[in-house]
Antibody, heavy 117, light 111 residues
Framework: QVQLVQSGAEVRKPGASVKVSCKAS????????MHWVRQAPGQGLEWMGI????????TYTQKLQGRLTMTKDTSTSTVYMELSSLRSEDTAVYYC??????????WGQGTLVTVSS | QSVLTQPPSVSGAPGQRVTISCTGS?????????VHWYQQLPGKAPKLLIYGNSNRPSGVPDRFSGSKSGTSASLAISGLQAEDEADYYC???????????FGGGTKLTVL
C-alpha cells in the first residue's frame, strides 16, 4: 500500500534552516509528482510547491521563493523540503502529498516545525 | 485571504444535509480547472474526499457529493453523522499564480 513517512518534529531558532524528509513506498517513486503543503496552528492549508521526482524539476509558490528548496533521492524514494531563514510565521505542520493528476491522493503524517528563540 | 472562498463554519443535526461552497474566479475555477475536496479530522492529515469536481475515491461513502458551476463549486454531505465533524477544504489550480490554491477551510459541526 502507498505510504508517505515523514521525519520527526523539529525546533529551530529564527534565522536557522530546517530540512524535512518524506520517504515514499508502495508505488513507483518516479511516476508521481510530490507536493509540500503546510498548515500553521489553527490555520488553513497553504500550498508550498511541487517536485518532479523523475528529473528533479521544481516549482515554488512565489511567497517562499528564495527560501525554499525541494530535492529528491531516487535511490531511497525520498523527497526533501528545506526552508531557510526561518521566522516565527514558519511555525507549522508540514505535509508531503502525492500528486495524482491535479489532486493529492496520499499524504504524509505531517512534521511539526517550531521556530522559537 | 485565500484565493478560494469558503464559509468559516456550517452546522447540521444528525441525518440532515449540509452544503459547503467554494467560490473562485476566472483564473481558477472559472477557467475550467477542476475542484477537489479534502476532509481533515482533528489532529490528522487531510484526506482526499472528492476529486475532479464530483468523483469519490474508493472507500468514501456516497453521502458525500461534489459539483461545480461557473466560478464556484459545492460539497454536499447528506445523512450527517457525528464522525463527519471535521474541517473541509476545497482545492484547485490558479493560472495567474501558476500554482495550487486552497480554500480557507470550513469547520463542520454536527449538532
Amino acid at each position: 500500500q502507498v505510504q508517505l513517512v515523514q521525519s520527526g518534529a523539529e525546533v529551530r531558532k529564527p534565522g536557522a534552516s530546517v530540512k524535512v524528509s518524506c520517504k515514499a513506498s508502495g508505488y513507483t517513486f518516479t511516476n508521481y509528482y510530490m507536493h509540500w503543503v503546510r498548515q500553521a496552528p489553527g490555520q488553513g492549508l497553504e500550498w508550498m510547491g511541487i517536485i518532479i521526482p523523475s528529473g528533479g524539476s521544481t516549482t515554488y509558490t512565489q511567497k517562499l521563493q528564495g527560501r525554499l528548496t525541494m530535492t529528491k533521492d531516487t535511490s531511497t524514494s525520498t523527497v526533501y523540503m528545506e526552508l531557510s531563514s526561518l521566522r516565527s510565521e514558519d511555525t507549522a505542520v508540514y505535509y508531503c502529498a502525492r500528486d495524482n493528476g491535479g489532486y493529492n491522493d496520499y499524504w504524509g503524517q505531517g512534521t511539526l516545525v517550531t521556530v522559537s528563540s | 485571504q485565500s484565493v478560494l472562498t469558503q464559509p468559516p463554519s456550517v452546522s447540521g443535526a444528525p441525518g440532515q444535509r449540509v452544503t459547503i461552497s467554494c467560490t473562485g474566479s476566472s483564473s481558477n475555477i472559472g477557467a475550467g480547472y477542476d475542484v477537489h475536496w479534502y476532509q481533515q479530522l482533528p489532529g490528522k492529515a487531510p484526506k482526499l474526499l472528492i476529486y475532479g469536481n464530483s468523483n469519490r475515491p474508493s472507500g468514501v461513502p456516497d453521502r458525500f457529493s461534489g459539483s461545480k458551476s461557473g466560478t464556484s463549486a459545492s460539497l454536499a454531505i447528506s445523512g450527517l453523522q457525528a464522525e463527519d465533524e471535521a474541517d473541509y477544504y476545497c482545492q484547485s489550480y490558479d493560472s495567474s499564480l501558476s500554482g495550487r490554491v486552497f480554500g480557507g477551510g470550513t469547520k463542520l459541526t454536527v449538532l
